[in-house]
Nanobody
């Protein structure tokens, strides 16, 4: 089992930047995938960005060129740098990680950190 704790959310003006973090309670080196999801009020949770095997990244079309996902294994932390923020980026941002243990796949979720983009 692992606990994921997000931090860094808050209120930011349109066009501004914010960096959210997700710190794990143990080493993240075994995680095959780590990603950020978000859920806006009244909407379904959606994938924002994912990093696979610590190298390959995927982004939602809506955030390409504005958001950057990265991970620091030494700090057991996943990051999401968000630039040129728009009001439609307002949501609760969740961290998710996944790993194999033998042949069994496990998913872990954090509790979320809210991001509000508003003037």
């Amino acid at each position: 089992q692992v606990q994921l704790v997000e931090s860094g959310g808050g209120l930011v003006q349109p066009g501004g930047s914010l960096k959210v973090s997700c710190t794990a309670s143990r080493s993240i080196s075994s995680f095959y995938s780590m990603g950020w999801y978000r859920q806006a009020p009244g909407k379904q949770r959606e994938l924002v960005a994912m990093i696979i095997s610590g190298v390959h990244t995927n982004y939602a079309d809506s955030v390409k060129g504005r958001f950057t996902i990265s991970r620091d294994n030494a700090k057991n932390t996943l990051y999401l740098q968000m630039n040129s923020l728009k009001p439609e980026d307002t949501a609760v941002y969740y961290c998710k990680s996944g790993e194999f243990k033998g042949t069994q796949w496990y998913d872990y979720w954090g509790q979320g950190t809210p991001v509000t983009v508003s003037s």
